[in-house]
């Protein structure tokens, strides 16, 4: 059965501190690389890309950026991934989340398939021992345990905030608002939204996705519905009237990007969050980084979103900020 997660209510909506203002913050889904289009597979454990961590952390560091480093398996378990992270939270505000990617996280009970890949879809008592075994690999390797957790995916199910909150999480981040992964045995989430939102223990703080357009009221169900046409979407987009912007240099154009930041701030969104994988950081690990150019293209769209938020007075949260402010 698809997970779709209950719509919160407005009690459960977070009510940030009025000098908190309008922040961002940046998720960096640390992992391993692999063939994006090929089927999953356990073996593929390899961390080359972290090599680039370094330069990509001077360049957000340099800005008063924190960086959010959501770690798997692979990058925990690999001692030079831990020394370069542990050397990213020498900046004093950086910190180390939590990412599941199960089909490389043991132990392995479950059969290797799409589905099984969303953490959220296994039996509870799995996803309990995936997350237990990720949360101690963790501890191990930096000494502090993590706060933050994104499922791999973002595969969330209708157990992980309870098992999240019994493990000492305070935040989720896995929800990508306007997305429906139904199709291949993952969530859907068409009918989020943006905002963040206390479920059970857990403070999720969606991934930022904005609708903009004319239409832009239709929002996720427009959206929806639009996809059961042949082209709809795309012809809405072409004529400006709903395109669906999600807040990542991955295969969203800055221009697109920068007006979605307008409507959002126009609207009064606190919190913008913001996202890339790690891999991307090197030429031919993902789809979004295929060469050189693809990598300057990567760096100026940081730029680009960095100089805009200081144009209009956005600045960066930390997670330990985020949390303080959470109360």
């Known amino acids: 059965m698809t997970y779709r997660p209950p719509r919160p209510t407005d009690a459960q909506r977070v009510i940030w501190p009025e000098d908190f203002g309008t922040r961002f913050t940046v998720f960096v889904d640390v992992e391993e690389e692999f063939d994006w289009r090929a089927p999953l597979d356990r073996r593929n454990r390899a961390t080359t890309a972290m090599a680039a961590f370094p330069d990509a952390h001077r360049r957000f560091a340099e800005r008063g950026v924190a960086l959010n480093c959501m770690v798997d398996h692979p990058i925990a378990t690999d001692p030079a991934s831990v020394a370069v992270l542990s050397r990213v939270l020498e900046d004093g505000r950086s910190e180390i989340g939590t990412q599941l990617h199960a089909w490389v996280n043991p132990p392995f009970e479950e059969v290797a398939t799409s589905a099984s890949s969303y953490a959220g879809n296994l039996p509870r008592t799995l996803e309990a021992a995936k997350l237990e075994t990720l949360t101690a690999a963790i501890k191990t390797a930096f000494g502090t345990a993590p706060r933050a957790y994104r499922a791999g995916r973002y595969g969330i199910g209708p157990n992980s905030f309870e098992l999240l909150a019994g493990l000492g999480y305070r935040i989720d981040s896995s929800i990508r608002p306007g997305y429906d992964y139904s199709g291949d045995g993952g969530p859907d989430f068409s ?52 395109s669906r912007i999600v807040l990542t240099p991955e295969d969203m154009p800055i221009e697109a990007a920068l007006e979605a930041v307008a409507v959002a701030a126009g609207e009064g969104l606190p919190l913008f969050n913001l996202s890339f994988h790690s891999p991307s950081l090197a030429p031919g690990n993902t789809p979004y980084v295929r060469d050189a150019a693809d990598l300057k293209r990567f760096h100026a769209w940081w730029t680009t979103m960095l100089d805009e938020f200081d144009r209009r007075g956005i600045h960066n949260a930390s997670l330990s900020e985020i949390i303080a402010a959470l109360g």
């Not at 999720?204 to 427009?222: D, K, N, S, Y």
């Open 191 to 242: 009918l989020a939204d943006a905002g963040a939102y206390r479920e059970g223990g857990i403070v999720e703080l969606p991934l930022t996705t904005v609708f903009t357009g004319r239409a832009r009221r239709g929002g996720g169900r427009l959206y929806t519905a639009l996809g059961r046409l042949p082209k709809g979407r795309g012809v809405f987009a072409r004529a400006r009237l709903l």
